[in-house]
């Protein structure tokens, strides 16, 4: 592999929030910009989420593709048709499957690799260390665990992405076996992971989008082509949906939206559930009233289920192994800040140079009501970086 020795800014991941980042360093021309990711492939969009329902407006991915000089500098040099064209034909106002926002983000990195002010590197950032110039020396290892070099920067962006949460259950996990939330949210591969043949009953832990998603698919197959699956539904809270206010939004970030929001309305809530199609293969399992009464319930009812799917939120990725001044930043160490867009250490003192975006460092954003959240999703790495970035 080889690169520069010094750059203006590492930026590791190329998943939506990655290529967010690049495009707006870009329009920025601080120099040099080196970019990291195995694959260039728009993330877990790409690699996990391809089949999964959007719950934004196909709107808000047009307006991410737009937002940045680069971004429109590839379009407006995409030979048609593209990702692009194909998403303008959508209905702006509707909701569309996330393979049209994958192939959009895989279009754009691809055009933004070529520039001559990004370099690209396949491989891993596995470790920085900030020196007493306010330099990170970064590591980074190519796909052949041979090829490794060190870049230096003053900026370091981590944009790393989070994968789904696992937590422990009140009953011996060898009694069911876990079944991956990815395989879950892609019907294709559910499909011919679970017998479409033998009983089989799945166990879905969760009350938001994962777990919602999870139980429509489910439903899928049970009311298709594996007719003896059924599904219990293990929850704890009322389903909760975003509500349109005057100008904003309530539960913009955790509440149901898009096609979840309406098969949990017709399908799934308590005085629709008895009656409705759903209800045939679906079981609810009120986990709510306590650590205690949830556990009780799931020692009644998980046992004999033949998987468990935890759909109970995301969590970040293993961090590279960072350090100052060779000291390892331990856990306490690396608090994030979206105010700034960067991270704290024990002290309160700022840590030069790291910055972070995505998934795994949203921004917080507090509603007219006073609820805090974290604004996930494309359009809204987007706004959070036109705000943070100038500062980097
Ligand atoms: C099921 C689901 C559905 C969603 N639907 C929507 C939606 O409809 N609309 C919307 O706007 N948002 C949606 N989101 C939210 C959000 O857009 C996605 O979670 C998105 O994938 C987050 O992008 P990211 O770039 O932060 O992380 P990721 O997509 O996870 O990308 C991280 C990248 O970093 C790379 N990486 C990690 N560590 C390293 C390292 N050390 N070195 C080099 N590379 C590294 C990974 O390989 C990966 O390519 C959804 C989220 C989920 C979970
Ligand atoms: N395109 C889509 O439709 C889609 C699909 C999936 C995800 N997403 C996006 O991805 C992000 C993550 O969404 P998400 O739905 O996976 O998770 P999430 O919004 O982070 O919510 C996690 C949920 O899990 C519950 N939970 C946590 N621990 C639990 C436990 N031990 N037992 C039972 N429930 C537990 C939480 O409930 P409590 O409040 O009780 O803790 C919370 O409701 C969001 O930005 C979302 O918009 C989008």
Sequence with gaps: ????????????????????????????????????????????VHSKYREVPSNTKVALFQAYATATLPFRSVINSSRIPNAFTTMAKLDQEKTCHLHHAADVVRALSDGLVKMDQVYACRGHVTAANLDHTRSWTVRIKGLDAQDEVEVSTTRLILCTGSSPTTVPVPVAEDTVKRLDLDIVLKPSELASTISSTSSTTVAVVGASHSAILALLNLFDLARTSHPNLRIKWFTRHPLRYAEYMDGWILRDNTGLKGRAADFARAQLEDSA???????RFITKIDCAGGLGKEATQYQRHLPGCSYLVQAVGYTRDPLPELSVTGLALESEDLNWDSTFGGFTDRSGRVIPGLHGAGIAFPERVVDPCGNVEHAVGFFKFMKFLKRVTPQW
């Design 1 to 44: 592999m080889s690169s520069p020795k010094k750059c203006a800014a590492i930026v590791v991941g190329a998943g939506p929030a990655g290529l967010a980042v690049v495009g707006n360093l870009l329009e920025q021309q601080l120099g040099k910009i080196v970019w990291v990711d195995p694959f260039f492939q728009a993330g877990r």
């Design 273 to 279: 559930l008895p009656t409705s199609d759903a209800g």
